[in-house]
């Protein structure tokens, strides 16, 4: 039985399942103001209970056949009898206001039959097989969707299974999660009768999980008062405030934002265009955004123009004529027809500024953009109809399936994955708190839906699932780019995997996955290979890997001395020293400048020092090389992190034929490793066949010529 549901005429205990069912209540006072309230209705004609209901209904379908609705209100109304909620009023009208609710967003006659039946399997003696039998496949389906799983049996675990339940079956029909919306919506409006702590607990799980959900599916007309709802339960004292500010601007003189209304009017008549121009208010939520980004409210600023035209091109043209008329707020502008939100929502979005300084946002969209803003998924009426049944006017016979929308997808897909309630509920908030898509491309042409703010790692985890374990790395719009790198919308994505199956993700990987399904299966791999305990930290920041007899004298010297024997100084009795800030070999066009001791260092003529050099006056010495090939040069190898990457390598610079003077690995970071070789190479020719090699390495995505800080000494 739902929170709101008592039934004070049956006594005793009640009996536990997975769907309790509670004998028939025995007729009491109540049940006089109830026929009083809901009048009656003869086998064969509406009942006036539901009148309003079927009202609201043919104003969307005028030709619609009501049966179904009168036998779900007569069912709905026998096993709810004598069951009253908490305010005192009958049961029956909980049902009757959610059906209502949907009734007037144009919800078809398979939601409003189940929508009146919603609670029947959870609070009474009805099963879904009587539903099923009465009222078909499709009834029974939305009504198990919505149905809440018992405490008795789930315990703590109840509430985030329910949800978990209701966004699997919202996977397979999207129906279910717009009933539970509109049923949220009016628990929501008649909170006021439960204890504070229980209506802030109703409030968060709202704000947390409902309202996101009612974002994704586009239902704004009951996200917007769930939010109010929310907001004037756990910020009572701002709620207020907002309260007083929206008193005070409808007394205050004068009406601008109508005013610039009129003048719309006007500029659109004297245009040709047929539109109807209307005032939106900002509901409560809005205002409070708008005050705290702006601080002192202009009277514009409590209202929004809402322009509402026949055909798309006409957005178009109300747009070029209110930015030819008034002074457009080119920052204001966003195009939501050519790049509809994910969540199905299609606008213009603009702001105009009068003479007198007055600006004025403004909402253009036709009727059709209007109905699916306000009511999303429910504006679609049936999805799952064949195309001839029940047309959408103005789609011309064209059908969005909103059932498996991208974050719908990934949602489903990461729950099965979830290893408890906990993990499922909280990851599920965390997941509802994304509240913007974007689509990156994979180089087949394919697209990925991700939330913002999605990194490379997201990326691998949605188009690999666990095999992403082994991405090495990615390319970004065709550059090299590591794993935390942050996508932006339409950018370019190709995945780079290892070749080592054994390899998986390291624990930084988490600080960069936004999604859900990425962060489980990083958690899930790093909980099965728990990392070894780590040795004793070394006496510096690089780690020596191989280290030859020979050793380094100074600054300068990222190769011996020895090796700056073929480089020929026009200076008698100077030595050569090559300069370990551009490591030089034949053929670089080198110089070089006089040191201490009568030694002179050859540098590239490209290296930075060279023109520090020449900026503070030093003069130059001719260097050139003589006729030895023998050259010893540093090179750098940047890398994705992988294993026996330092092995292959070194394979691959012994299979050149060149000896490796000394090595050093520097510690990961964000999965790059930086390795650095001093070798010695038999020819200086051969050095960019050595290049080519290393870069062919797995993992291996730059080799270059090692760049050191200049020493002082020069």
């Not at 747009?319 to 030819?324: I, Q, V």
């Not at 109905?371 to 011309?396: C, D, F, I, K, T």
């Not at 551009?582 to 290296?607: E, L, M």
């Not at 299979?655 to 001093?678: C, D, F, M, N, W």
């Amino acid at each position: 039985m739902s929170a709101e549901a008592t039934n004070p005429a049956t006594p005793g205990p009640v009996t536990s399942g997975a769907q309790r069912r509670r004998g028939r209540a025995r007729l009491d006072l109540r049940r006089l103001g109830r026929a009083a309230l809901l009048g009656s209705g003869t086998r064969d004609r509406l009942p006036d209970a539901i009148g309003h209901v079927a009202e609201a209904h043919r104003a969307h379908y005028p030709d619609a056949d009501l049966e179904p609705l009168r036998r779900a209100y007569v069912l709905a109304e026998s096993s709810h009898r004598g069951q009253m909620r908490k305010s005192g009023e009958p049961y029956i009208t909980h049902p009757l206001a959610v059906t209502l609710i949907l009734a007037q967003l144009g919800a078809e006659i398979t939601t409003l039959t189940a929508s009146l039946l919603h609670d029947t399997v959870e609070d009474t003696d009805v099963t879904l097989d009587q539903v099923r039998t009465e009222f078909g496949d499709d009834v029974c389906y939305l009504v198990d969707g919505v149905t809440k799983l018992e405490k008795v049996d789930y315990g703590a675990a109840a509430e985030p299974e329910t949800f978990r339940k209701m966004l699997v079956a919202t996977g397979n029909d999207v129906r279910v999660m717009s009933i539970k919306l509109a049923d949220r919506l009016h628990n929501m409006r008649t909170l006021g009768v439960m204890r504070p702590e229980k209506q802030a607990r109703i409030a968060k799980v709202t704000r947390d999980v409902l309202i996101p959900l009612a974002e994704r599916l586009g239902v704004q007309a009951l996200k917007t008062e769930l939010e109010d709802l929310v907001f004037s339960i756990l910020h009572p004292e701002e709620h207020a405030e907002v309260q007083a500010l929206i008193a005070a601007n409808a007394a205050a003189e004068g009406d601008s934002l109508g005013d610039i209304a009129d003048q719309v009017r006007a500029v659109l008549r004297d245009a040709g265009i047929t539109a109807e121009v209307l005032i939106r208010p900002r509901h409560s939520v809005s205002v409070h955004r708008v005050h705290r980004k702006r601080g002192d409210l202009r009277a514009a600023d409590f209202g929004r123009l809402l322009v509402l035209v026949t055909e798309d091109a006409d957005c178009y043209g109300v747009l070029g004529e209110l930015h030819t008329c008034f002074t457009p707020v080119v920052s204001e502008f966003k195009d939501f027809i050519a790049v509809p939100k994910f969540n199905l929502y299609q606008s213009l979005h603009t702001a105009v500024t009068r003479s007198d300084g007055e600006v004025a946002e403004v909402l253009i969209r036709t009727h059709q953009m209007h109905q699916v803003a306000e009511a999303g998924v429910v504006a679609l009426r049936n999805p799952y109809a064949p195309p001839s049944e029940e047309p959408v006017a103005g789609a011309e016979d064209e059908r969005v399936d909103p059932t498996r929308p991208g974050w719908l997808s990934r949602l489903l897909d990461w729950q099965q994955a979830a290893p408890d309630p906990d993990t499922f509920w909280s990851t599920l908030r965390e997941d509802l708190a994304q509240d913007r898509e974007i689509a990156v491309f994979r180089p087949d042409g394919g697209t990925l839906g991700l939330p913002a703010g999605a990194s490379c790692v997201d990326a691998a985890y949605a188009q690999y699932g666990e095999d992403a374990h082994a991405c090495i790395g990615a390319r970004v719009n065709g550059r090299l780019a590591t794993l935390s790198t942050v996508l932006r919308d339409g950018d370019t994505v190709q995945l780079l995997m290892g070749q080592d199956a054994a390899s998986g993700p390291s624990r930084e990987w988490l600080d960069h996955a936004r999604t859900p399904a990425a962060r489980i299966a990083i958690r899930r791999w790093l909980t099965t290979h728990p990392a070894p305990a780590a040795p004793a930290p070394a006496p510096s920041a690089q780690r020596p890997v191989q280290q030859a007899p020979t050793a380094l004298t100074g600054p300068d010297d990222a190769a011996p001395r020895s090796a700056a024997a073929n480089a020929v100084v026009d200076r008698e009795g100077a030595s050569a020293r090559l300069a370990g800030c551009c490591t030089p070999v034949p053929p670089d066009d080198v110089t070089g400048f006089a040191v201490r001791g009568g030694v002179v260092t050859v540098h590239r003529v490209g290296c930075p020092a060279v023109k520090r050099m020449k900026e503070v006056g030093r003069p130059e010495i001719g260097v050139r090389w003589g006729d030895s090939a023998e050259c010893r040069v540093t090179l750098t190898a940047e890398s994705f992190g992988r294993a026996h990457l330092l092995a292959d390598l070194t394979e691959a610079i012994a299979l050149e034929g060149v000896a490796i003077i000394s090595a050093t690995v520097e510690p990961p970071t964000q999965q790059r490793v930086r390795h650095t070789y001093t070798l010695q190479l038999p020819d200086a020719a051969d050095l960019p066949g050595l290049m080519r090699a290393m870069r062919a390495v797995p993992g291996v995505y730059d080799v270059s010529r090692a760049q050191h800080p200049a020493a002082a000494a020069h």
